[in-house]
């Protein structure tokens, strides 16, 4: 039997095609239908979708910054900087990191005495009975705390010492500023730290000071950057240290020096203003401090000689930064009365301790404070998370995070700052000073004394701190201010104060006597990470995953060590087939310490015979610090002294393999990628214009619009100090994993931005082409002898330049061409898009960027319990913003511009019909840099500064001439550094 066909046509199986096609999809978007409860009275304060902000204050005990929360239906979600502070602004990788521990489930949840969960009320009338008693006996009670510059809190303590009689109040922070404290105190008569102006200063002198780093609390690398605009009075950086430090690497002039060569020539440098000295170098350095006058700054780090020398250098050339009406109160430290308290602790004179924001167990070198601490009868711990310290503690008081207080701070002479909840308190917890208001309410004794400062309080059963920090305000702050009331204060977070500074000035110290002996062993310089800090925030993947600015490196500490040094103790750095870089151990001996197997990492730069150690690794708590490998570094920290010497060093027969993200350290020959120039040859180059030729004449791409919006991004590598705030940020709004060491070693980084840094070489490229001997080979670029030289650092003492690195954006993008999928296209606004659900994951458009800025998503990093990093758990993922889609595994992922937050002003502009300014248009990354270093506009707006810096003689394109034409240009680097040569030698100083 015949089969009948129906005949179709070629337009009738298209049109079948359509509608069945059609309909499946439509069939497939269909989801569940869930029924969401709408507020029974909405809070006006909260739209569903709308963000609020709110001012307030960032304070853990060693970080410090007036800041703007970000909060989306009642929870945090990103923290910014308060443009109406003028002072301690800034937010910095750690600040912007500290919004993670809010969710972090590992949080004390309740109260509990000896680890057994108990009520509140129980806990209060357990403690109270045993503190009057305490109070009627010869022990001493103590509350133990991080430096506390908070009157409120302050007022408090002093209430409870009334109440509770034989009460001290002992400051303890992990890093001691106490002998800078004291150094100051003696010439300044203040015991505080000096606020510097550096905006009339043209000379900046650094003796082994990284002020970029963490030597002060106040955050110089705003008013740092203004003064390196390039001109004819831009500052003259020079820095004199050991370690390769953010300071040195921004640094005009630096000069490698190992830690008594530093000390020695301070010293002779302030003989030298006294016509005393016949050092060289230091006479060269006086010539410049008296040739500049009042407009040169001298700063050093070390002990209190050190920075009582560079005090009196400034008083003496009465220095413009030197401001003597205006300190920074951040710091409280005071060795002398902690060293006293470890006495009495030995001699069983303490009762009772109350320790709050600080972990003397984990940052005290002694550990002979664990057995004191066991024998104290009352031990209260004031912690957020189980720490070193708890674990000898007998109750725990859980307190809410910052971002759940209120609060209090005067960090500056004539500045006050509130602080407010921007959440409600997710677990049982509680405010320290809400606990201490508690057992002074429930002790009768207090309606007997008079003066209280709490008996202001007509209702004292439902008292909080709150209450008590409003009435405080009113009744001691708000008559020193402008403003009329609490509210309006706290809509403000931080104002001036009408103050005057009393300052007692005793007879200044006039010789100093230097006994340092010289020694065969290496001098070790411990320093600060600008990631981890002091350790307190360890536990945090954002930080622990932050590459290190100088060495690139992520998860761990080691000791940093001279090419020279490492060659005498057969130590090496190398890289493994997988280009990751492994490297020899030492073991550490100090008098009757041993730490084994310290991985060694050879830094350029090092001093030769010095050594340096990070602080903050180390920690045994933590889900986060224990994939950390690293070692305590407060061992070291004898006598709360950065610098130790007499240092033993002996090979391991282990190794280490580093997790470092960078695998080349130089540009290569390659001057074209991040360039700079010496200040006088820009400003003598009549006609400086930085261009490259572009090599393809043709454009195979659609013209730019000129219509609507085209964005561009502005790096100005003059400003970019390779602070890492800007890495964060992208973090912060983007949702970007965390993939643990073991996959950065396996270079599977999601950052999108990332901040490369680049070592001068000796071998540069031009010495191939004049040189005769070379000219015997027909292309030296090819021959690896040569290639390989010019990726060798300058060991000894090389430039450093930062270069951030982000998707370029290009006109002609080379990814959108090879996309089988069209996943990656051009919109029209000049961003390059991504559609992630149709990515397939080919990888060709990341082998086809010249750029390399494109992540793939090798694994489900949001619900695997593989990566127990920061969005696996249900609290975890309230961090993530909800503007910005989670990425699933098997795709690529980059920046964006941040098209999320773009979108959000031409909205907002269009719904209140009114013109865009240009300082809407903002990325997270340019939002937060402290320098203004990364800037975001719109080209087609003739008045936005972007267009201004795109027609700078210093702007160019990375890699412009293989004519891809890309959005985010970049403005070169300019040197305050005058060269002249002598016998083939450079004369530093000239």
């Known amino acids: 039997?015949?089969?009948?066909?129906?005949?179709?046509?070629?337009?009738?199986?298209?049109?079948?095609?359509?509608?069945?096609?059609?309909?499946?999809?439509?069939?497939?978007?269909?989801?569940?239908?869930?029924?969401?409860?709408?507020?029974?009275?909405?809070?006006?304060?909260?739209?569903?979708?709308?963000?609020?902000?709110?001012?307030?204050?960032?304070?853990?005990?060693?970080?410090?910054?007036?800041?703007?929360?970000?909060?989306?239906?009642?929870?945090?979600?990103?923290?910014?900087y308060n443009k109406k502070s003028k002072d301690l602004n800034e937010v910095s990788s750690r600040i912007q990191s500290s919004i993670l521990s809010l969710y972090d489930n590992k949080r004390l949840k309740f109260p509990s005495i000896k680890k057994k969960k108990i009520s509140w009320k129980k806990l209060d009338n357990i403690i109270i009975k045993r503190l009057i008693n305490l109070s009627k006996s010869k022990k001493k009670i103590v509350i133990l705390t991080s430096s506390l510059p908070s009157p409120s809190t302050k007022q408090l303590i002093y209430d409870f010492s009334r109440v509770y009689k034989k009460t001290n109040h002992i400051i303890y922070d992990s890093i001691s500023y106490s002998s800078t404290l004291n150094a100051v105190k003696n010439i300044l008569g203040k015991r505080a730290i000096p606020y510097y102006d550096l905006s009339k200063i043209e000379l900046l002198i650094s003796f082994d000071a990284d002020f970029l780093g963490d030597w002060s609390p106040q955050n110089f690398h705003k008013v740092y950057v203004k003064r390196k605009k390039p001109n004819l009075?831009?500052?003259?950086?020079?820095?004199?240290?050991?370690?390769?430090?953010?300071?040195?690497?921004?640094?005009?002039?630096?000069?490698?020096?190992?830690?008594?060569?530093?000390?020695?020539?301070?010293?002779?440098?302030?003989?030298?203003?006294?016509?005393?000295?016949?050092?060289?170098?230091?006479?060269?350095?006086?010539?410049?401090?008296?040739?500049?006058?009042?407009?040169?700054?001298?700063?050093?780090?070390?002990?209190?000689?050190?920075?009582?020398?560079?005090?009196?250098?400034?008083?003496?050339?009465?220095?413009?930064?030197?401001?003597?009406?205006?300190?920074?109160?951040?710091?409280?430290?005071?060795?002398?009365?902690?060293?006293?308290?470890?006495?009495?602790?030995?001699?069983?004179?303490?009762?009772?301790?109350?320790?709050?924001?600080?972990?003397?167990?984990?940052?005290?070198?002694?550990?002979?404070?664990?057995?004191?601490?066991?024998?104290?009868?009352?031990?209260?711990?004031?912690?957020?998370?189980?720490?070193?310290?708890?674990?000898?503690?007998?109750?725990?008081?859980?307190?809410?995070?910052?971002?759940?207080?209120?609060?209090?701070?005067?960090?500056?002479?004539?500045?006050?700052?509130?602080?407010?909840?921007?959440?409600?308190?997710?677990?049982?917890?509680?405010?320290?000073?809400?606990?201490?208001?508690?057992?002074?309410?429930?002790?009768?004794?207090?309606?007997?004394?008079?003066?209280?400062?709490?008996?202001?309080?007509?209702?004292?059963?439902?008292?909080?701190?709150?209450?008590?920090?409003?009435?405080?305000?009113?009744?001691?702050?708000?008559?020193?201010?402008?403003?009329?009331?609490?509210?309006?204060?706290?809509?403000?977070?931080?104002?001036?104060?009408?103050?005057?500074?009393?300052?007692?000035?005793?007879?200044?110290?006039?010789?100093?006597?230097?006994?340092?002996?010289?020694?065969k062993n290496f001098e070790l310089r411990l320093y600060l990470k600008t990631s981890i800090g002091d350790g307190r925030q360890s536990d945090n993947p954002w930080l622990q995953e932050l590459p290190d600015p100088i060495t690139r490196t992520t998860w761990e500490n080691y000791l940093t060590m001279s090419l020279k040094d490492a060659k005498n103790l057969k130590l090496k750095n190398w890289n493994v087939e997988t280009g990751a870089l492994n490297g020899n151990c030492v073991n550490l001996i100090f008098k009757n310490l041993i730490i084994k197997d310290i991985p060694v990492y050879i830094q350029p730069g090092q001093a030769i015979g010095t050594i340096g150690l990070s602080f903050g690794y180390g920690r045994k708590k933590g889900k986060v610090t224990k994939l950390s490998k690293g070692f305590n570094a407060y061992l070291l920290y004898k006598n709360f002294s950065l610098i130790q010497r007499n240092i033993l060093l002996k090979k391991s027969s282990k190794n280490y393999k580093f997790s470092c993200i960078q695998l080349q350290n130089t540009t290569a020959g390659r001057n074209s990628l991040a360039k700079e120039k010496n200040l006088f040859i820009y400003l003598n180059k009549k006609k400086f214009v930085c261009k490259q030729k572009n090599f393809f004449k043709k454009n195979l791409f659609v013209k730019e619009e000129k219509n609507g919006h085209h964005f561009n991004l502005s790096i100005d590598l003059n400003k970019c100090t390779g602070c890492t705030a800007c890495v964060i940020a992208c973090n912060v709004e983007n949702n970007i994993p965390i993939v643990g060491k073991k996959e950065i070693r396996n270079f599977r980084d999601m950052h999108w931005l990332r901040v490369d840094r680049y070592y001068s070489s000796k071998n540069k490229k031009e010495n191939f082409f004049f040189k005769k001997k070379n000219l015997g080979y027909k292309n030296p670029f090819t021959e690896p002898k040569f290639y390989k030289n010019l990726l060798l650092p300058e060991w000894e003492n090389p430039k450093i330049i930062f270069q951030p690195i982000m998707c370029q954006h290009c006109n002609n993008a080379p990814c959108e061409t090879v996309c089988p999928v069209g996943a990656t296209t051009h919109g029209k606004q000049g961003q390059n898009m991504m559609t992630y659900n149709r990515c397939?994951?080919?990888?060709?458009?990341?082998?086809?960027?010249?750029?390399?800025?494109?992540?793939?998503?090798?694994?489900?990093?949001?619900?695997?319990?593989?990566?127990?990093?920061?969005?696996?758990?249900?609290?975890?993922?309230?961090?993530?913003?909800?503007?910005?889609?989670?990425?699933?595994?098997?795709?690529?992922?980059?920046?964006s511009l941040c098209i999320q937050m773009t979108q959000a002003v031409i909205l907002k502009a269009k719904k209140e019909e009114r013109k865009i300014k240009d300082d809407e248009f903002q990325t997270a990354c340019s939002k937060v840099c402290p320098t203004n270093a990364i800037s975001f506009g719109d080209m087609n707006d003739n008045s936005s500064k972007i267009i201004k810096k795109k027609l700078s003689d210093r702007s160019y394109k990375l890699l412009d001439f293989l004519g891809v034409n890309p959005n985010v240009f970049y403005n070169i680097k300019i040197r305050n550094f005058k060269q002249k040569k002598k016998k083939n030698k450079i004369s530093n100083f000239n």
């Not at 016509?275 to 060289?280: P, V």
């Not at 859980?398 to 701070?409: A, C």
């Not at 975890?876 to 913003?881: A, E, R």
Request: aromatic share 12%; hydrophobic share 35%.
């Open 1 to 80: 039997m015949k089969k009948k066909y129906i005949k179709i046509t070629r337009r009738d199986f298209l049109k079948i095609l359509g509608f069945t096609t059609l309909s499946v999809t439509l069939a497939a978007c269909k989801g569940p239908i869930i029924e969401s409860i709408p507020y029974i009275i909405k809070p006006e304060s909260i739209t569903p979708g709308v963000s609020n902000y709110y001012a307030s204050t960032m304070y853990d005990g060693f970080d410090f910054g007036n800041v703007i929360i970000k909060t989306r239906d009642g929870r945090p979600l990103k923290i910014e």
């Open 233 to 519: 009075s831009m500052i003259n950086h020079i820095q004199i240290e050991s370690n390769m430090s953010l300071s040195g690497a921004n640094a005009d002039l630096r000069i490698p020096m190992n830690l008594t060569e530093i000390q020695n020539l301070l010293f002779e440098v302030y003989k030298g203003l006294k016509n005393k000295s016949k050092n060289k170098l230091a006479i060269t350095l006086v010539k410049k401090i008296l040739k500049k006058g009042n407009k040169t700054l001298v700063i050093a780090d070390g002990n209190k000689e050190m920075y009582e020398m560079a005090l009196l250098i400034n008083k003496k050339i009465k220095s413009n930064a030197l401001k003597k009406n205006k300190f920074i109160l951040l710091k409280e430290s005071n060795d002398k009365i902690f060293f006293k308290f470890i006495e009495e602790l030995s001699n069983n004179k303490i009762g009772a301790l109350l320790v709050f924001n600080t972990n003397p167990i984990y940052s005290f070198y002694d550990e002979k404070i664990k057995s004191y601490l066991r024998k104290i009868p009352l031990t209260i711990s004031f912690a957020m998370k189980e720490d070193e310290t708890s674990d000898y503690m007998e109750i725990w008081a859980p307190i809410h995070h910052w971002l759940e207080s209120w609060g209090d701070y005067k960090p500056l002479t004539g500045m006050y700052c509130l602080r407010q909840p921007t959440i409600r308190k997710i677990f049982n917890t509680r405010q320290f000073e809400d606990s201490l208001l508690k057992w002074i309410k429930k002790n009768p004794n207090h309606f007997k004394i008079k003066n209280l400062f709490f008996n202001n309080f007509k209702n004292k059963k439902k008292i909080k701190y709150s209450d008590y920090l409003k009435i405080f305000f009113e009744k001691k702050i708000m008559k020193k201010s402008d403003l009329n009331s609490f509210n309006k204060a706290l809509f403000h977070g931080s104002f001036k104060l009408k103050e005057k500074l009393n300052l007692n000035i005793k007879k200044q110290p006039s010789n100093y006597i230097l006994n340092i002996k010289n020694k």
């Open 840 to 895: 397939i994951g080919t990888r060709y458009c990341a082998n086809n960027c010249p750029y390399k800025v494109r992540r793939f998503n090798w694994f489900n990093y949001s619900n695997k319990f593989k990566f127990p990093m920061n969005i696996n758990s249900n609290l975890d993922k309230f961090v993530l913003n909800p503007d910005v889609v989670i990425r699933s595994r098997g795709v690529m992922e980059k920046c």
